[in-house]
Every structure is written in structure tokens, then in C-alpha cells.
């Protein structure tokens, strides 16, 4: 499989070298950005992830909130273990997201969109108004036990790099050929006896738990967390990832949330600049080079295989 | 009686302009199928040219308050128009009936509006001298003369709406686009002219909430962004592109958030309305009055 | 007055077929005041190809959308397999082996011609390798196998027809339903066409029940044919009985007297 493909090699190459980094390096700062571009590969790739049955998925955002919320109880609330409260984030992620689906998926298109959305914001105003969570302020003391303290970096980047390699075996198994389908037409899919509908809800199943994963990594990583880290507005960032990276290919979104995360870090002292800067990169990436980054380098070598967006 | 009287005078007030920019929305999804995340732009723009032409004019120039108003709504209108007309001739055009790239780049413009107004307006709220002064009592409720105008303003533009889109040839274009574009096309309507009208027609409401918001509220850059998520939840239960549904639903949302806000807090209106949603969503997908998609 | 004497008279005519797969009885579909369908019985025997024809707008789509479960009649009962199957969805009556086919948009486009096949063994079959396998014998049958790669978008018109075909066979069907196949085929191809209908009911053992406008190509293969005219059924029979029948050259002339 890895000779055949040289692409998944140097991805596997790049996690293990970013793993190796985050032991041996000396630098707290660095390391904590290597987190942050895996992170938020995540995010973006788990935003396409639902893109691969055409939902465009806010509460992507929602569930990384919902991760990080349910190991930070778990872990300071409850005192559960560390690897007991990191497990919390995908699984409290996974039955949100299960009967969210399930309430929401038979809508599709603009609705679903606009619940996604209004889904994410409302759950923040949840956070601000609770006060067993904390309230506007949010939670703190998620730590890594002593012992692994050391090595809490790297097992986030593995953590982080399997989700993310995961997601890609989903796709290219039966099961994301049934999710395009589902995009490209679902009354065929239906019509050979596929469940479409209990599709869907898995698709986005899959993508919650595995985005609420990355929450509760998240979580253990800034051992600080409040509401505000959770708007729709993470979305947004994981959708400028998707679209710069290009959406035809895993690979993508990784690329952009890598190119962006680090460009990120120059911007923080920006102000309202950065927001003009991000969004002059989605409206100049949209409207100039709909394949992202990935389109830019499949055009250079000419090849055919690139997908061309129905705009 | 007192207290559910001056409740429910909150709601008609908060609820008119809710209406006016629901329907923008709603009037642009019908017509161009895509979700505009910048309309909260549109209002803010027209909020903030009404302050500060406001201040510019009575501060400035000594102008009276009522000129200086009438100039910076007809002001604000211009420009706003002038703003949709920009972003659609470079944007939206080559996104009509495109839902996920319409998406995108309207939130790159909210990302770009946003950041520019607040580089040329900094973060420090505004509020404007009244411009009617004074107060009403009704059945023992009391309600100051600005909002009750306010109110009768934004329901004669409502009404005009409402007659544009059902007894005019605009209007038919308008709906015979939203029912089904390629049966209006074939009809001879053109398409994009009709689009490009709507999505003018959807920015200049949304300017007209934010021009007359200006008068009763203190004015920030972000002041559109808080109306953007009721508006939704609003064509929601409405049913996207309808437009008795983004006034029955707007009228809905201001009811919930006056009498929920006032019994229990805020928020838990806030919550209430998705509550809402979701039982509506499990009993009828297509929204209150919209009809199924198939 | 006219559909409960044309249905009575529809079995007298009954052919040598086995058994009754699918019975509907008084099928009825509005949408809002508008009637599609009304009134609509009929049964559909195992072994046999029933044409379901009529003008435009006569019904026969819808009538396709209740049967397969995509749509919900407004009243009626349908049955299928011995089981009452009137309130199920699309996947429960497909997995039931009641497969339909489209009109419009009958592939998946942005697919290749082997992932459109596979998709459809996917409920039915789950290993890759049979899954493979059941692609290969099914493109060969339909005259694809060269074509395995191509985006199904892009394929020749004739050939998307094809395909569409061939992803209701490779979900194993009992019936099969095709809405208009033979559209915008050329004669050669009309006839290729006919001749794997002829197939799938003989050596696949599949019933066939086909809504089709080519006239010449419904009276040739057909054993009976229901006629459909707004929205009610006006007659049925043998297509020699139905071509001679009043009301159906009325309803297809026209006026015209």
C-alpha cells in the first residue's frame, strides 16, 4: 500500500517526523504550534469529512467545543484518569452528534446549514450560562499526569495523526464511495437499498467524534478553555482550510491548515487586520483558484484527474 | 395587563425590525438559493453611516436632527446599495444557486466588512440624540414616541414589500424565479437581472433595519452580527424563501425573546428558540409555511 | 366508470403468468388540489413484462414514485410479496427486491462507470472481491465492461442508459422497473435494448413492469399493457387489444374526429 502510493508515505513520513520534533525539541512554543497545525487539520478535515455527503457542517466547531468541555469535566470535575477523560471527548461528542443527526440530517442543503450554525452558537450560550462549566470564563486545571508530562505533546500528535489517517481509510474504503454517492445523487443510493438517511447521521457521526477527539487533545493541550474558543467562527477558519488547501483530496485541507495556522502566528498582532487578511484569502482563494493549493499543483503537472467544481 | 401590554409592545418593536431583516434574507435565498452570512453587514453598514452622519451633521454642521436623519437613512440606503451592488457583480453573481461557494465567500466578505468597520470605526459603541422625542401611553404601557414611529416605519415597509412581491411585475418575476428558475427562464424572465434586483431589494431592508436600529440602540461594528443568528433561526421556522413566513416567524422570535426574556433571562429565550427549531424540524422539515422541497 | 370495467376485463385476458408479485389496489396521489393518480389498480404477475403507458402528464412517474416507496400515496394499498408494503420507504421496499430506475438523472455523474455498479451491489454483497466480481458480470451483460473507468457523466447517451440499468440489475432485483429506458436511443440501439429486456426476464428471471413513450418498442415486447390518462387507468390488455381500443387511440389522437 505505502509503495504504491508515495503521497501516504511522506504523510506518515511528516507525522512521525512532527512526533519525533515534539519529544526531542527543547522549545515549549514550537511544539505548541506543531499541535495547533495538526488540530486544526483535523478540523478541516473532519469539516470535509461531511462535505463528502455535500452537508456544509458549522457545528463541526460545536463538537470540538463538546469534546474539550467533556474532558475538562471529566478530568477536574470528576478527577476520571487521563486517558478515562480524554476517551470522554469522542464519546460524549459521538451521542451528541448522533441524536443531533438524527433530528436534523432528513433536512439537507440551507437548512441544514443554518441549524449547524445556530446549533454552534447556541451551544456556546450554553457554556456561558452554566456554572457547573464554568460560565463566561470556561475551565481550567486540565493537566497530563506528571509521569507523562514529557511525552503529552507527542501523544497528542499521534492521537491527532491517527484521526486524520483514519478519516482518509474511511474515505477511500466502500463507505466513502457511498457517502459521494450519496453526494452526487441520493435517490440512487436509495433506490438499491442503501439507508441514506442512516448514512448520513453515520457520516457525520464519524466526523463529530472524531472532531470531539481533537477537542478533548485540545482540551489537555491549552489546559485552559472557555466558550470563546468554541464559536462558529472556528468553522469558518476550517472551511478557509479546506478551500486554500482544495477540497478535492484529504490531503487539502492539511495542507491549508498547515499554511494558514503558521501564517496565523504572524497575524495574532494584527488586530482587525487579521480578519481583513482571512477574509481576503477565502474571497481571492474562491474566486481565483477554486482548486486551492492542490488544484494549483495537479494543474502544473497537467493532469486529468482533477475535479472540477460545478461552479 | 400593564406588564403584558408593554411586553408585547417590546415584541412589535423588536419584531418589526426583525421582519425587515428576515425578509432581506429570505427574499435573496428565494431568488438566488444561496444563504447570504454578510447580510448582518449590510445592517451595521447602514447603523454606522446613520451615526456618524449624525453626529457630522448636528455636531458639525448644526444641522436640525430630523434633516440629519432623513439625510443619513438616504445616505445609508445609497451606500449600502452601492455595497450589495459591488459584492454582487464581483461575487455573488458566479454563485447563484450555489450554496456552499455563495457560503464561503459571503463569510469572506463578513470577515473583510467586519474587520474594515471596525478599523474605520474603532470598538467604541455610538448612540444618536433622538430624533422624536418624547413618550406614548397605551392602555397604561408607555413607550417612547421613537420606537413607536420606528415601528409604524418599519411595517409600512414591510407592506410595501409585501405589495411589491405579490402585485407587481417585479414581484411575479421575483416569485416566478424563487418557484422555479428554469420554467422563468424559459418564460423570458431574465434571470440574472431579477437576481441581481432581489439581492439589492434584500440589501437595502436590511439597511433600512439598521438605519432605523440606529435610533433606539447604541451602535457597534458587530451590531449586525447579533441579529444574524435570530434571523436564521427566524426563516427557519418561517420556511427559506417565504415571506409571510419571515413575518409571522420574525413576529414569533420577538414574541419568545420580550416574554422569555422578561419571565425567566435572555438566554433562555435564546435557548427556547432553538428548542423550537428542533421540534419543528421533527414535526415539519420545510418550516411552518414553506413547502416540501420535493 | 370506465377503469373498474377495463381493470375486470384486464384479467380475463391474463396471460400463462405465475403469480401476483405487486398488486396495488385504488392507488390515489394529489398534490395539494392537483390529482396525479386516482383510482389506480392493477397487478403485476411474475415472469411477465407490463407496460405501463399514456400521454404526457398522465401519471406514470408518479405512479412509479408510489410504487417504489419514494413517495407516500394519499390513499390506496399496495402490496408486494404478500406484504403490505403501502407505508415502507424507498430502502425497504428496494431491499425487498422492487428496484426502480429514473427518468432523469439516473446515475451518479460524478462517478466512475465501476463505482455506479458497485455502489448498487453494496446492500447485497459484502466483501470487495464479490462485489468486484458482481461489477464485471453485470458490465458485461450491459455492454460496459470498456467503459469501467470512465466518468459516468461522460459516457455516451445510449451507454447512460445502459448504466442505469445496469445499477438496478446489480441490486439483485425481483422486479424491475424501468422509467422510459429507450429515450433518446437510436434504432440499433432500441433494439439492443429490447433485446436484454428480453434477457433479464428470461434468463435472469426477472419481472419487468416498463414505462416507455416508444410505442412500436412497448407493443413488441410487452405481454400486457396498462394505459394511464389523467392520471386514471382508461384500459388494459394484450397490446393487441389495447391498439385497438377506442378510448386509448382517442386519448393519444386527440380530438381529432
Redesign the interface.
Known amino acids: 500500500m505505502l509503495r504504491s502510493n508515495p503521497g501516504l508515505a511522506l504523510c506518515i513520513l511528516i507525522a512521525l517526523a512532527a512526533i519525533c520534533f515534539a519529544l526531542f525539541s527543547g522549545d515549549p512554543y514550537y511544539v505548541q504550534v506543531v499541535i495547533w497545525v495538526f488540530a486544526n487539520a483535523v478540523l478541516a478535515v473532519t469539516l470535509r469529512f461531511v462535505l463528502l455527503i455535500g452537508e456544509l457542517n458549522i457545528a463541526t466547531a460545536a463538537f470540538f467545543g463538546i469534546g474539550a468541555y467533556a474532558t475538562a469535566v471529566a478530568s477536574t470535575i470528576y478527577d476520571l484518569p487521563f486517558f478515562i477523560s480524554l476517551l470522554a471527548a469522542p464519546v460524549i461528542a459521538g451521542l451528541v452528534s448522533a441524536l443531533f443527526g438524527w433530528i436534523t440530517l432528513r433536512t439537507k442543503g440551507p437548512y441544514f446549514l443554518l441549524i449547524s450554525f445556530a446549533f454552534t452558537e447556541i451551544v456556546r450560550l450554553f457554556y456561558t450560562k452554566s456554572e457547573f462549566l464554568g460560565g463566561n470564563s470556561g475551565m481550567i486545571g486540565m493537566f497530563p499526569p506528571m509521569v507523562l508530562n514529557d511525552y503529552y505533546p507527542a501523544i497528542a500528535i499521534t492521537l491527532l495523526a491517527a484521526i486524520l489517517f483514519g478519516l482518509y481509510l474511511t474515505e477511500r474504503s466502500n463507505l466513502g464511495r457511498v457517502f459521494k454517492a450519496i453526494q452526487n445523487n441520493e435517490d440512487i443510493p436509495r433506490s438499491v437499498g442503501l439507508n441514506v438517511i442512516g448514512l448520513k447521521i453515520l457520516c457525520f457521526v464519524i466526523a463529530s467524534t472524531a472532531v470531539g477527539l481533537a477537542g478533548g487533545v485540545h482540551a489537555y493541550t491549552n489546559s485552559v478553555i472557555a466558550p470563546a474558543d468554541f464559536t462558529f467562527f472556528v468553522a469558518v477558519l476550517a472551511l478557509a482550510y479546506v478551500k486554500i488547501g482544495g477540497e478535492g483530496h484529504i490531503i487539502g485541507p492539511i495542507i491549508g491548515a498547515a499554511t494558514l495556522t503558521l501564517a496565523g502566528q504572524f497575524l495574532h498582532s494584527f488586530g482587525p487586520y487579521e480578519n481583513i487578511f482571512y477574509g481576503a484569502i477565502i474571497i481571492g482563494v474562491l474566486l481565483l483558484m477554486p482548486g486551492g493549493i492542490i488544484g494549483l499543483g495537479k494543474g502544473f503537472i497537467g493532469s486529468s484527474t482533477v475535479r472540477r467544481d460545478p461552479h | 395587563m400593564e406588564l403584558q401590554v408593554q411586553l408585547l409592545m417590546n415584541t412589535l418593536q423588536i419584531g418589526s425590525v426583525y421582519v425587515l431583516f428576515a425578509l432581506g434574507l429570505t427574499l435573496i435565498?428565494g431568488v438566488m438559493?444561496i444563504?447570504n452570512f454578510a447580510h448582518g453587514t449590510f445592517f451595521t453598514a447602514a447603523a454606522l453611516i446613520v451615526s456618524s452622519v449624525m453626529i457630522w451633521g448636528v455636531g458639525t454642521m448644526g444641522l436640525s436632527i430630523w434633516f440629519s436623519y432623513l439625510l443619513a437613512f438616504f445616505l445609508a440606503l445609497v451606500v449600502v446599495c452601492l455595497i450589495g451592488f459591488v459584492v454582487y457583480i464581483?461575487?455573488f453573481q458566479?454563485?447563484l444557486k450555489?450554496?456552499?461557494?455563495s457560503?464561503?465567500?459571503s463569510?469572506?466578505?463578513?470577515?473583510?466588512?467586519?474587520?474594515?468597520f471596525?478599523?474605520l470605526y474603532g470598538g467604541v459603541p455610538r448612540s444618536i440624540p433622538d430624533v422624536i422625542p418624547g413618550n406614548v401611553s397605551f392602555l397604561g404601557a408607555s413607550l417612547t414616541l421613537q420606537r413607536l414611529v420606528l415601528m409604524i416605519v418599519a411595517s409600512v415597509i414591510t407592506l410595501g414589500l409585501y405589495i411589491l412581491v405579490h402585485r407587481t411585475k417585479l414581484g411575479l418575476s421575483l416569485r416566478a424565479v424563487a418557484e422555479d428558475q428554469e420554467a422563468a427562464m424559459l418564460q423570458g424572465i431574465p434571470f440574472r437581472r431579477v437576481a441581481l434586483y432581489g439581492f439589492l431589494i434584500g440589501a437595502t431592508l436590511a439597511a433600512c433595519a439598521g438605519a432605523l436600529m440606529a435610533t433606539v440602540t447604541p451602535v457597534t461594528t458587530v451590531i449586525g452580527d447579533d441579529f444574524l443568528?435570530k434571523a436564521?433561526?427566524i426563516?427557519?421556522i418561517g420556511g427559506?424563501g417565504s415571506v409571510l413566513g419571515a413575518i409571522l416567524g420574525g413576529l414569533l422570535i420577538a414574541l419568545i425573546e420580550s416574554f422569555g426574556g422578561y419571565y425567566f433571562d435572555p438566554?433562555?429565550a435564546?435557548?427556547a428558540m432553538?428548542v423550537l427549531?428542533?421540534v419543528l424540524?421533527?414535526v415539519r422539515?420545510q418550516g411552518i409555511l414553506g413547502h416540501a422541497e420535493k | 366508470m370506465t377503469s373498474s370495467e377495463t381493470t375486470m376485463h384486464s384479467s380475463d385476458t391474463g396471460t400463462a403468468a405465475g403469480k401476483v408479485l405487486l398488486k396495488a389496489e385504488r392507488l390515489e396521489r394529489k398534490f395539494g388540489g392537483l390529482t396525479a393518480v386516482a383510482d389506480f389498480s392493477f397487478e403485476l404477475r411474475e415472469g411477465e413484462i407490463l407496460g405501463l403507458i399514456g400521454p404526457n402528464g398522465a401519471g406514470k412517474s408518479t405512479t412509479f414514485n408510489l410504487i417504489s416507496g419514494f413517495m407516500p400515496p394519499t390513499s390506496g394499498q399496495l402490496f408486494f410479496l404478500d406484504e403490505n408494503i403501502t407505508s415502507k420507504n424507498a430502502t425497504y421496499i428496494s431491499r425487498k427486491g422492487l428496484i426502480r430506475t429514473f427518468q432523469h438523472e439516473s446515475l451518479l455523474s460524478e462517478m466512475s462507470v465501476a463505482d455506479n455498479i458497485i455502489i448498487a451491489t453494496t446492500h447485497r454483497l459484502k466483501t470487495t472481491a464479490a462485489r468486484q466480481e458482481k461489477m464485471r458480470k453485470i458490465a458485461g451483460l450491459t455492454g460496459l465492461e470498456n467503459y469501467l473507468d470512465v466518468p459516468a457523466g461522460s459516457l455516451p447517451h445510449g451507454l447512460q442508459r445502459m448504466l442505469s440499468i445496469a445499477i438496478a440489475l446489480a441490486a439483485e432485483p425481483k422486479v424491475l422497473c424501468l422509467d422510459e429506458p429507450l429515450t433518446g436511443l437510436q434504432g440499433v440501439e432500441v433494439s439492443a435494448a429490447l433485446d436484454l429486456f428480453e434477457m433479464i426476464r428470461s434468463k435472469l428471471g426477472i419481472t419487468i413492469l416498463l414505462v416507455e413513450h416508444n410505442m412500436r418498442a412497448v407493443m413488441r415486447i410487452c405481454d400486457r399493457i396498462l394505459v394511464l390518462n389523467h392520471g386514471r387507468l382508461l384500459a388494459a390488455g394484450t397490446p393487441e387489444e389495447v391498439s385497438q381500443n377506442e378510448l386509448v387511440i382517442e386519448a393519444y389522437l386527440g380530438h381529432k374526429k
Open positions: 435565498f438559493k444563504v464581483f461575487g458566479y454563485f450555489d450554496l456552499n461557494g457560503f464561503i465567500l463569510i469572506g466578505l463578513l470577515l473583510l466588512l467586519n474587520g474594515t471596525l478599523i443568528v436564521f433561526i426563516i427557519i427559506l438566554s433562555t435564546t435557548l432553538f427549531v428542533v424540524l421533527i422539515p
